[in-house]
């Protein structure tokens, strides 16, 4: 074909101008217009200097966004969507705010008073609209302690049920027994049943939980609540988010799910989804989730998992990758310390015995597989470290970004470690924020509590640092967590260690291109840059000029996902923007290891979570909840 003949039509081309693009990528870190053609960025500099890609297309300039900062997509790399979906829908009255769906906030009741005056507004505007009144967040210590009979008094005619803030109580009024079938003989002995006072907790609240799941997992309700998580994601300005528990209830039903709820929907979010190796290899066994240290066939779930890989789709993508876990959660201080261990001898927990996780990485680092591992206390970090290293030497890999997540408490050593051995972190640094003053009286000591999370050394050691919400546990707000790392405040205002902070660019790759590196995909997203997806966040204000103490004051305006423009209807800040850090009155306490030793960590509820919502799904509890 002579170069004269008629070539063929040239796809559009379209300029978004902006005051400002920062592009997170080194060679190239700031400009002024991306040009964009379909889904993918084709050119970044300034509206004038694209000729190369002008000729023989038509070219739109877009510059809606001309007086606004652009960002790569931010990306979450840790997120729980099926705890979203089951949680989002309830009425959220918790001791400290969160975002609601809706772009409104739930605002923190913190005391007995402000409580009760919420919880009567909302059953005052609900009761006989809903079947179910269900509310999540109270906490005892903050709220006062409400019995049945008050719950009886407050709610007469309608079930009412409040989830407890940490997951691990449920308090419900006489109406709510009636229709959950909970008998007085089927609870009598139970030494975690208080019948009296209509309170089900740890393991007791399996008799409750289990017979209301049926109706949280309707379509209803789950696929509602998903739909929720998502707009809290877009008001976060994520475009990506990292599913880490995929097919811990059913693959098919949260495929299902996510394609009702986010693609047909047409909405801006993409997830990645990675995949639980205790529950694929389980199902694929035939084996019920048992202890810590119950074998668990890796290599039959791994055949499942191959299957699973080809099922993505334009907004669904399936990791080659798995997740498994160590010790305890954070929030229930039941991670697993080492030398000095806890100040008041208590000790952790583990979620996965240091043998059955290193079966677990031996079986996936062979199947060159990206591997996962849930991480917090030291301790925790060497059985990770031991099975990584064994690993390595058995089947030396580059590259394989065996992923530690997390990361609670760890020593310096540790850091240099996971450098020599090639690993990455993704860690939640609202840990710091929410627990660094209560665990230097509890626990911890003055010293490790203030070493909470420690990024500053990891990075400096050579390790990639993103950041998570591991959403419900922190709220799905990126530039919150920057901020969050980068500033090392805590509740009360005070900077902890501040020698562990990152540089404003650190905090900022945590929350784009080392938030991609981390899953696998920053040839495709986190940056902005020629060939890869046209992912932006639409920022109201340049964080290089607001500086790291502004990072959570920025407004998000909306995201530009796959090339595609999509502004929020307001502009969205966190929860935690512009007001005083000390206000929250949250007096929190680590729930008590004696009564959890089975079921006291927040993955473990994750895991009990799973568990009640497959046997929802299968039948095998009370389908219908009858009156
Ligand atoms: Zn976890
Ligand atoms: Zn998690």
């Known amino acids: 074909m002579s170069p004269s003949a008629a070539q063929p039509e040239r796809a559009p081309l379209t300029i978004y101008t902006a005051r400002r693009v920062v592009t997170m990528d080194e060679s190239l870190p700031e400009a002024t217009a991306i040009g964009v053609i379909g889904d993918r960025i084709v050119c970044v500099g300034d509206a004038d200097g694209m000729q190369a890609w002008r000729e023989g297309r038509k070219v739109t300039v877009d510059d809606r966004l001309k007086d606004r900062v652009l960002l790569p997509g931010f990306i979450d790399n840790h997120v729980h969507p099926f705890l979203g979906a089951l949680l989002l829908p309830t009425e959220i009255i918790a001791p400290e705010d969160w975002r609601r769906p809706d772009g409104g906030v739930a605002r923190a009741a913190n005391n007995p008073r402000e409580y009760l ?61 009636e229709k959950l079938g909970v008998r007085r003989d089927m609870v009598a002995g139970h030494p975690q049943v208080n019948w009296e006072d209509g309170h089900f907790f740890e393991t007791g609240r399996w008799l409750a939980m289990h017979r209301l799941m049926p109706w949280q997992m309707r379509k209803e309700w789950y696929h509602r609540g998903l739909g929720m998580l998502a707009q809290l994601c877009m008001q976060g300005g994520l475009t990506t988010i990292g599913d880490q528990l995929f097919g811990a209830v059913d693959p098919e039903y949260e495929l299902a799910a996510i394609d009702a709820e986010i693609e047909s929907k047409r909405l801006p979010l993409r997830v990645v989804n990675v995949l639980d190796a205790r529950n694929f290899g389980n199902r694929a066994a035939g084996v019920k989730v048992g202890p810590p240290d119950q074998p668990i066939d890796f290599e039959k779930g791994l055949a499942v998992m191959e299957r699973m890989l080809a099922r993505g789709t334009r907004q669904v993508k399936f990791a080659r990758a798995v997740k498994l876990f160590a010790d305890g959660a954070m929030f229930s201080q039941l991670m697993q310390l080492g030398s000095p261990g806890y100040a008041d001898g208590h000790h952790g927990e583990w979620l996965m015995s240091p043998e059955v996780l290193a079966a677990g990485v031996r079986t996936f680092w062979r199947a060159g597989f990206q ?20 690993a390595q030497r058995e089947v030396p890999r580059l590259d394989h970004r065996f992923t530690v997540h997390h990361l609670g408490f760890h020593a310096a050593a540790q850091s240099r470690r996971l450098a020599a051995l090639g690993a990455v972190a993704s860690v939640n640094p609202y840990y710091l924020h929410a627990l660094g003053d209560a665990y230097s009286v509890l626990g911890l000591g003055s010293d490790r509590a203030s070493q909470i999370v420690r990024a500053g050394s990891l990075v400096r050691a050579g390790v990639p640092v993103s950041f998570h919400s591991d959403y419900p546990m ?39 291109i080392d938030a991609a590196h981390a899953l696998f995909i920053d040839h495709e997203i986190g940056s902005i840059a020629a060939g890869k997806r046209a992912d932006f966040t639409v920022l109201g204000e340049n964080p290089r000029d607001a500086g790291p103490e502004r990072l959570k004051d920025i407004p998000i305006l909306g995201t530009v996902f796959d090339g595609e423009l999509r502004l929020l209807p307001n502009p ?56």
């Open 474 to 512: 922190a709220p799905t707000e990126p530039l919150f967590l920057a901020w969050c790392a980068a500033t090392r405040r805590t509740r009360s205002g005070r900077v902890a260690a501040p020698t562990e902070r990152l540089t404003l660019e650190q905090a900022l790759r945590g929350i784009t």
């Open 572 to 627: 969205a800040t966190s929860v935690h923007a512009a007001r005083a850090m000390a206000r929250s009155a949250l007096a929190y306490r680590p729930v008590d290891p004696a009564c959890c030793a089975t079921a006291g960590d927040h993955c473990d509820v994750i895991r009990e979570f799973a568990h009640w919502a497959r046997q929802a799904l299968l039948g095998q509890y009370p389908k219908r909840v009858t009156s």
């Open 371 to 390: 591997i996962h591992v849930h991480v917090n206390g030291d301790a925790g970090m060497d059985a990770v470290l031991s099975a990584l290293e064994a």
């Open 117 to 177: 005056e919420r919880l009567k507004a909302w059953i005052a505007d609900r009761a006989g609209k809903d079947e179910w009144l269900i509310s999540w967040g109270y906490q005892p210590p903050v709220h006062g302690k409400l019995t049945r009979r008050d719950l009886d008094a407050l709610c007469p005619d309608a079930p009412l049920l409040l989830q407890q803030r940490s997951f691990h109580e449920v308090f419900v009024n006489t109406r709510a027994m």
